[in-house]
């Protein structure tokens, strides 16, 4: 679905549409007969309050009549491919953690000399770490602006209009990246 407004008043913050692992149950536990999905993103609801026929509602109480029947339509996209990308992104990050940390060990065992180039490749395992971090994150936010993109255009087309009433905000990247983690524009 299209991203939602949070808060109040300017400026305009947005939460991008929330992932999703959709697993078939069975008596407390995963039902293995039913296909996994890997991450989705919900590109679309409907509700249909009657079912398609005649609306109907229960008895009434203080609060209103609420409907006999309410069908509820979620459409999911998997996010494909970013699992993998993560996965080799999180194995390429540890490596370099971890030769970062061997490599910092040996510039401290080392002439002062040779100390020098040790911890400058100390440095360039960092860099790479962050990186595969960064890219990591860049993957994920592309797909989910793909999906958007798609959902929109499958949003207009259906309506035989190409107008759209769109309000834009601007983001820096940290406040984008404190967004998608959850921890909002202001944190």
Do not use: W
């Not at 407004?5 to 947005?14: R, T, W």
């Not at 999905?37 to 309050?49: E, P, S, V």
């Not at 970062?100 to 002439?111: A, F, I, W």
Request: proline share 3%; net charge negative; charged share 30%.
């Amino acid at each position: 679905m299209l991203p939602e407004k949070l808060g109040e008043g300017a400026p305009l913050a947005f939460r991008v549409p929330s992932e999703f692992t959709i697993r078939y149950m069975y008596r407390g536990g995963n039902n293995n007969y039913l296909n996994h999905m890997t991450m989705c993103a919900l590109i679309d609801m409907k509700i249909d309050y009657g079912a398609g026929e005649k609306f109907t509602t229960l008895k009434p109480d203080d609060q209103g009549a609420s409907p006999q029947i309410i069908k509820i339509n979620l459409a999911f996209k998997e996010v494909k491919g970013l699992e993998d990308h993560e996965v080799e992104m999180n194995d390429i990050a540890k490596k370099a953690i971890d030769s970062y940390e061997q490599l910092m060990n040996l510039g401290m065992n080392v002439s002062d000399m040779a100390a020098g180039k040790v911890f400058a490749e100390a440095s360039n395992m960092l860099k790479i770490a962050l990186d595969a971090s960064d890219a990591k994150t860049k993957a994920k936010l592309q797909q989910i602006d793909l999906m958007l993109k798609k959902a929109r255009i499958d949003k207009f087309s259906d309506k035989g209009t190409n107008e759209e009433s769109v309000q834009a905000t601007v983001f820096d990247r940290n406040d984008l990246l404190k967004i998608i983690k959850g921890g909002g524009a202001d944190s």
